[in-house]
């Protein structure tokens, strides 16, 4: 069973970074696709950025240009840099994994495994 928990949420003003980690435990490990999603209350879950076993990473048009994912297989950790936040970027993220090392489309309904969730907070 592969079990995932995030870490590194916060509150911080507009322009700020912050860095979320998310280390996967379990069967399938690390060596799957793993997505970062987000939801702020009163809307959906809506998809950050994913990355494959092997391969670059996806950014949802939100993400492109502030917000960086890597992963360090050998740390079994998915980490998403967010810079240049903004108050928008405020809501719950969690990270998730599918059962394949390729990622399909960034939809929580291709995801299997998920964590419990970090809340971002940024205040204007």
């Known amino acids: 069973q592969v079990q995932l928990q995030e870490s590194g949420g916060g509150s911080v003003q507009a322009g700020g970074s912050l860095r979320l980690s998310c280390a996967v435990s379990?069967?399938?490990?690390?060596?799957?696709?793993v997505g970062w999603f987000r939801q702020a209350p009163g809307k959906e879950r809506e998809g950050v950025a994913n990355i494959p076993s092997t391969g670059g990473p996806f950014y949802a048009d939100p993400a492109k240009g502030r917000f960086t994912l890597s992963r360090d297989n050998a740390a079994n950790t998915v980490y998403l840099q967010m810079n240049r936040l903004r108050p928008e970027d405020t809501a719950t993220y969690y990270c998730?994994?599918?059962?394949?090392?390729?990622?399909?489309?960034?939809?929580?309904?291709?995801?299997?495994?998920w964590g419990q969730g970090t809340q971002v907070t940024v205040s204007a």
């Open positions: 379990g069967v399938t490990s690390i060596r799957n696709c």
């Open positions: 998730a994994t599918t059962r394949t090392p390729y990622c399909l489309v960034l939809s929580p309904d291709n995801y299997d495994s």
